[in-house]
């Protein structure tokens, strides 16, 4: 079966198969990180630009392995080191990128939109690794992969997805993502962190009390509380936070005793999550989060350059 996606930038724009294709592709990549030379020659001659304009670990690390296992020649550049610093426009900077016959743009940057409109310049495949406060389709298809891992399918899970709702793009896809696959979505916040349109992710509910809708959870989803994206004081004290809304130890007890903790990274500890939860050996999954981020990521880059879901590996 072919892939019917020129880009991926809004996971919203993907179908329950599409996205379980997706995940399918990626567990069939395992094989490759397992083996002792972890390389396929699937992607040879293909050229993808990384454009990160603003700090990243996981996403640019992951899509750099993802496209090295896949033998596609990459090119790593944004930031401060580019010449938009001289003022050079943003279609001006893609025209020069897409005059060397580039197949692909990956683009993470802090202004919301900025993925669809390099998609719309430049005519090539482009992935959203994180765009704003938007979307961050690839960080919720790792999501989900771990989620499927540990508990096996979506229809009828209880995930919580607990915290900075408000500048958060990761929720901004996870959440569609998780209620396109089934899954029940509890959105738990301070009041202060909840946006005023939170109903167009497509949650089910919205709560402020995290302990009473706690042993109902089969996925517990900490977002990293973005205090750069923050304007003002929309809680007391990282203090207060933690205790309101953090996953402490002494809420460990009111877990179901198979619920899982994910976090997209990088973690506050003691704000959003105690180091006994993001450590916890039973129930944390954040480590598994970051080894899928290398399996989706390489199935986003093969699928959306051309392949099927047969004939991955050589
Ligand atoms: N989760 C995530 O996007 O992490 P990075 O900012 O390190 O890429």
Not at 5 to 18: F, G, N, Q, V
Not at 187 to 216: C, K, Q, R, Y
Request: include cysteine; charge should be negative; glycine fraction near 8%.
């Amino acid at each position: 079966m072919g892939f019917p996606h020129k880009h991926l930038i809004d996971i919203s724009e993907y179908s329950a198969d599409e996205i379980m294709q997706l995940l399918k592709t990626a567990e069939s990549f395992k094989e490759v990180n397992e083996r002792r030379i972890k390389q396929v020659p699937t992607l040879k001659g293909a050229t993808i630009v990384n454009m990160f304009n603003e700090p990243s670990t996981r996403t640019r690390s992951s899509f750099e392995i993802a496209e090295k296992r896949l033998s596609a020649n990459s090119l790593n550049f944004g930031g401060s080191s580019t010449s938009s610093v001289k003022g050079e426009s943003l279609s001006d900077t893609v025209e020069t990128l897409c005059s060397y016959k580039i197949d692909m743009i990956i683009v993470r940057d802090k202004h919301a939109g900025v993925p669809r409109k390099i998609a719309d310049l430049s005519g090539v495949h482009v992935i959203d690794a994180g765009d704003g406060k938007h979307q961050h389709p690839t960080q919720a298809l790792l999501d989900l992969y771990s989620i499927w891992e540990h508990k096996g399918s979506f229809e009828g899970l209880n995930v919580g997805v607990v915290g900075d709702i408000s500048h958060s793009r990761v929720c901004g896809s996870l959440i569609p993502a998780l209620k396109i696959m089934g899954a029940n979505v509890c959105v738990i916040a301070p009041p202060t962190l909840i946006p005023a349109n939170v109903e167009v992710l497509g949650a089910d509910s919205v709560t402020s009390d995290f302990d009473s809708v706690l042993p109902d959870l089969d996925a517990v989803y900490m977002l990293r509380v973005q205090r750069e994206r923050m304007e003002g004081a929309p809680f007391p004290s990282l203090r207060e936070y933690n205790m309101m809304f953090g996953l402490t130890q002494q809420r460990d007890r009111l877990m179901k005793p198979d619920a899982i903790i994910c976090h997209p990274g990088p973690i506050n500890r003691g704000v959003e999550l105690d180091s006994f939860m993001a450590d916890h050996p039973d129930r944390s999954v954040i480590l598994d989060q970051v080894y899928a981020g290398i399996l989706v990521r390489m199935a986003a880059l093969y699928l959306l350059l051309g392949g099927s879901e047969d004939g991955i590996t050589a």
